[in-house]
């Protein structure tokens, strides 16, 4: 007589269920996993990953008009600001007049500190200095920190944007040699004027993140 292998019903109902179990469990352990990561993350500072900072650089090295060439940021250890190096460049076929810069909040600033290079030292005015060519480069730093020949100074806030100072940044620079973080800007932008014709024609150029690797304070 022919004998199935098959296990009896209940028996089949008992693995059928303990299997089940076992997915769930599984699953919760998979979901406490994330959850424990994407809290960790949100602990830390800074946490952007190499390919986010590389992805960051590419995207704004190739955006037009206005291209950031080459960047840096670092905490100033006596009053713990994040200063930072923006080198500008005119990527586009008409010449530019940089007016603004908007942070990720949406607010903008329009004047740099300049200590050199600028005149007596004091607050100035971005559109009076950041006329450029088509080609043409500028930066922001700070001489002290950056090793640059002028002084004009910008500084990065997680607040509203208020004269020299970037607001609506995520994240800052830490004051801290061990780990000093990331500068993280969800979107950076900049208002300009361009002159077509003989004509002057203001413009707005949003862009996406802006992620920096921080440099040690000094």
């Known amino acids: 007589m022919y004998k199935s292998s098959a296990p009896p019903p209940a028996i089949g109902m008992q693995l059928r269920a303990q299997g089940a179990t076992e997915y769930l469990v599984l699953l919760a352990v998979v979901l406490i996993v994330a959850l424990v990561s994407v809290a960790l993350l949100g602990f830390f500072p800074g946490m952007a990953s190499d390919s986010q900072i590389t992805q960051s ?7 037009t008009p206005i291209s950031i060439v080459e960047s840096g940021a670092r905490a100033y250890s006596v009053s713990g600001d994040t200063y930072l190096y923006l ?8 010449p530019i007049r940089i007016t603004k810069i908007v942070g990720g909040d949406g607010t903008s600033i329009i004047q740099f500190y300049g200590a050199s290079c600028a005149g007596a030292a004091g ?3 971005i559109s009076d200095y950041f006329y450029l060519g088509p080609g043409e480069e500028k930066y922001f730093a700070s001489s002290s920190l950056f090793g ?8 990065a806030i997680t607040g509203t944007s208020t004269g020299p100072y970037i607001g609506g940044a995520s994240s800052i620079c830490q004051n801290s040699s061990a780990s000093p973080g990331t500068l993280d800007y969800k979107s950076l932008g900049f208002e300009y004027i361009t002159y077509i014709e003989g004509q002057q024609i203001t413009k707005k150029q949003i862009g996406r ?4 690797k921080c440099m040690p304070p000094v």
């Open 57 to 63: 650089q590419m995207y704004w090295q190739s955006a």
């Open 87 to 94: 080198r500008l460049r005119n990527n586009g076929v008409q």
């Open 123 to 125: 607050t100035k005015s």
């Open 148 to 155: 640059t020949a002028c002084g004009w100074h910008i500084v």
């Open 209 to 212: 993140d802006w992620i920096v």
